[in-house]
């Protein structure tokens, strides 16, 4: 036999959270109470107003985590009265809180689930980034037709060349150029006809690494080399430090 008044069940059926006894004997209590039968009616339509706005899968047991924060969200009683409710009652603000409550802890779980999803998504995206870039180097390291040019660049650096015309790529090392501020960055170009072409950033301290350069040798008759501005940019604002030949 159901211990509460029915008249407070509405949430909880709306959610499926009742007992299948207590489901059964509310469920004939709806027949004979219009009041509760508008109220599950108005509820309902907000739940699925709020699933709407953030549709994605439900992590494993969200269903538990939700009716622990409806069975522990205080609610307000009211005196119960004899026979069914009037029309004429006020409406249930009590039970409106409690399915905002478990509501809400639906809409923080996907909303974790979904930023858990993106930042695996993401992680897996960039390891897999790295994998193929690691690859393609060692593509134009090992290219039948690979060649090495090396250049001295100011104060004793020296920058070295490997480019293969089979590959249409080329990888750059760099020794010996100061380290830089944090609001600049050593970024290399591809000369085509005396043009720049952006050929991607080097590393904070980019003696301690080969970089392989961005884009395609194309036309590219040597690789330049500048200080620009933290991010790069889409020109060179400063004279080349240097710049390294590619022969044919």
């Not at 109470?33 to 549709?55: I, Q």
């Not at 029309?87 to 974790?112: E, F, N, Y």
């Not at 993401?122 to 390291?141: M, N, P, Y």
Request: proline content about 9%.
């Amino acid at each position: 036999m159901i211990t509460t008044d029915p008249h407070e069940s509405s949430a909880a059926y709306v959610l499926h959270a009742l007992p299948e006894e207590e489901l059964r004997e509310f469920e004939a209590h709806l027949a004979d109470c219009g009041a509760c039968r508008r109220e599950v009616a108005e509820l309902r339509d907000t739940v699925a107003a709020l699933g709407r706005s953030t549709a994605g899968t439900p992590p494993d047991g969200l269903r538990e985590r939700v009716l622990r924060a409806v069975a522990t969200t205080p609610q307000e009683h009211r005196p119960r009265t004899p026979g069914p409710r009037t029309s004429g009652r006020s409406p249930a603000r009590a039970l409106r809180m409690a399915l905002a409550a478990s509501v809400a802890v639906i809409l923080v779980c996907l909303g974790l689930a979904g930023w858990q999803h993106r930042e695996a998504s993401d992680a897996r995206a960039e390891a897999q980034r790295a994998e193929d870039s690691q690859e393609h180097l060692t593509r134009v390291l090992t290219a039948p037709d690979a060649q090495l040019e090396t250049r001295q660049l100011p104060d004793g650096a020296t920058a070295s060349v490997t480019f293969s015309r089979v590959e249409n790529s080329a990888a750059l090392a760099v020794s010996g150029l100061p380290a830089l501020p944090a609001n600049r960055t050593y970024e290399a170009w591809f000369m085509e006809d005396g043009t720049p072409v952006p050929a991607g950033l080097l590393t904070a301290d980019p003696g301690r690494r080969l970089t392989l350069l961005k884009g395609s040798l194309d036309d590219a008759e040597a690789v330049a080399l500048t200080v620009e501005p933290a991010g790069g940019s889409p020109q060179p604002t400063t004279d080349p430090l240097g710049a390294i030949p590619l022969p044919a």
